[in-house]
């Protein structure tokens, strides 16, 4: 096992191999659901991270000198970068893309696991970030159906109402509602000269039971809510 450690044809081709398949694994998934990294951009991440540790390591053997983790620790900080560009926070206020950008970094630690020759880590380490972004996906949805408080995007016409009605409306059937902020950047208008829809982003909860979608039901009936959906 020590002979694939070193750096040598055999074991360089190995990993190269391996980081493909790390990160090709992790990357299906993203790449099933069109997100924005996807299959190659997760192999290029995980071969990319295994690429520097050999070349780091390369570079302690041969020259006996530096630190065998230095390029290793750059390639942790400097990913955050690529992760960045996939996270977006839409014109609803609704942030997309942060399970693609955690999935990048852990691609990148993967792929310096396997660069080092740490074979045991990247493989074990590999497969348990695949299981949580595919295997718990069902799980993870099962607790957020169940949560006690929704962020709810709300559309308000007010030449029907002023948006306290809103308020007393959900205090009338047993709602409490809280962190209201008002996103005039994003959906005010007018019309004939008026204001015509304020958008708004409100946390609700329930004082009794109910699903998300009769919550939902229930506040859409308000006669100034023009438009709502969960973020």
């Known amino acids: 096992m020590n002979y694939l450690r070193d750096l040598n044809v055999v ?8 980081s493909i398949l790390i990160g090709g694994i992790l990357g299906v998934e993203r790449g ?3 997100r924005p ?8 991440v995980c071969l990319g991270s295994s690429l520097v540790m050999m070349t780091n390591q390369y570079v302690y053997v041969t020259f006996e000198t530096g630190d065998p983790v230095r390029l290793g620790a750059q390639v942790i900080s400097g990913i955050g970068f690529l992760g960045a560009g996939t996270i977006v926070l839409t014109g609803r206020n609704k942030i997309m893309g942060i399970t693609t950008a955690a999935g990048l970094w852990a691609a990148a630690c993967s792929g310096l696991a396997i660069g080092i020759g740490f074979y045991e880590g990247a493989v074990l380490g590999g497969l348990a970030v695949a299981f949580t972004v ?9 607790i957020r159906k169940r949560s006690m408080y929704l962020d709810l995007y709300i559309e308000y ?5 002023n948006f306290s009605g809103f308020l007393q409306y959900a205090r009338e059937h047993d709602f409490e509602v809280s962190n209201i902020r008002v996103n005039k950047g994003f959906s005010w208008y007018e019309q004939n000269g008026r204001p015509g829809v ?34």
């Open 134 to 142: 595919s295997g718990l996906l069902k799980f993870d949805i099962w």
């Open 11 to 18: 074991s360089i081709s190995l990993r190269i191999i391996l």
């Open 37 to 44: 990294a996807g299959l190659r951009t997760y192999i290029l």
């Open 198 to 231: 304020l958008s708004y982003t409100v946390t609700v909860s329930s004082q009794v039971h109910r699903t998300h979608s009769e919550i939902l039901e229930v506040l859409a009936h308000e006669k100034g809510i023009q438009f709502i959906e969960e973020l």
């Open 157 to 161: 016409n007010v030449e029907k109402g």
């Open 32 to 34: 099933r659901k069109n």
